[in-house]
């Protein structure tokens, strides 16, 4: 079975910028969520996508959006990057039904100059 | 006061040992509690999930949660080089309004043969 794929790997833009990272889930799940791990900050939850509806967001300004589409694939966008940005985000999925937990795929590292 | 308290080491054990990796909480709706293995430069990788008190045991690694003490903990018995990586503890509430995990901040863990 293949893994929760997240493309690009790695990413540079400039500060002011926008950055657009996906994610494709583990085939049959249905909820993908994004995760921030910035150097000691800490994994920190962003986003979470259900079947195409935003239900959760984490404590980030409205600059920090994405979007699920009909096959399950998600896309976090950054808009107008400032430094404290660049850290390696995290999408995973989980399948639907109780006691689940969330898979994770390798990340996109974003870099801000 | 953070949510999750977790040491971050770093953890330096000789080949063979017995590691006790732990975390503490403050939010008593967690009810659902992860351990995961994140290697450098990866996504994090679940090893062990539950959703009670006591132990459950899975190969070398066994998960322990007291929720009385707000208390988990993971032991790796009969270490490896190989299980050089930083653990992370996560933790979520019950249901599916909120299905974000919440971190500790990870320890490194360095096994040396």
């Known amino acids: 079975e293949a893994g929760v794929t997240q493309s690009p790997t790695h990413l540079i833009k400039t500060r002011g910028q926008q950055a657009t990272l996906r994610c494709s889930p583990i085939?049959?799940?249905?909820?993908v969520y994004w995760y921030q791990q910035a150097l000691g900050l800490g994994l920190q939850f962003l986003l979470w996508y259900d079947e195409g509806e935003e239900r959760n967001r984490g404590n980030f300004p409205p600059r920090f959006s994405g979007r699920q589409f009909p096959n399950y694939s998600s896309e976090l966008n950054v808009n107008a990057l400032e430094l404290e940005d660049s850290a390696l985000y995290l999408c995973?999925?989980?399948?639907?039904?109780?006691?689940?937990?969330?898979?994770f795929g390798p990340g996109t590292r974003l870099l801000v100059l | 006061q953070k949510e999750v308290e977790q040491d971050p080491g770093p953890l330096s054990v000789p080949e063979g040992a017995i590691v006790s990796l732990n975390c503490t909480y403050s939010?008593?709706?967690?009810?659902?509690f992860m351990w995961y293995r994140q290697y450098s430069r990866k996504g994090p990788e679940l090893l062990m999930y539950t959703y009670s008190s006591g132990n459950k045991e899975d190969g070398r690694f066994t998960a322990q949660v007291d929720k009385s003490s707000k208390y988990i903990s993971l032991f790796i018995r009969d270490s490896q080089p190989s299980d050089s990586a930083t653990y992370l503890c996560a933790m979520k509430t019950g249901g599916t309004s909120y299905g974000k995990l919440t971190f500790g901040q990870g320890t490194i863990l360095t096994v040396h043969p």
């Open positions: 995973a999925s989980r399948p639907n039904g109780p006691f689940r937990s969330q898979y």
């Open positions: 085939s049959g799940h249905t909820s």
């Open positions: 939010n008593s709706a967690f009810q659902y």
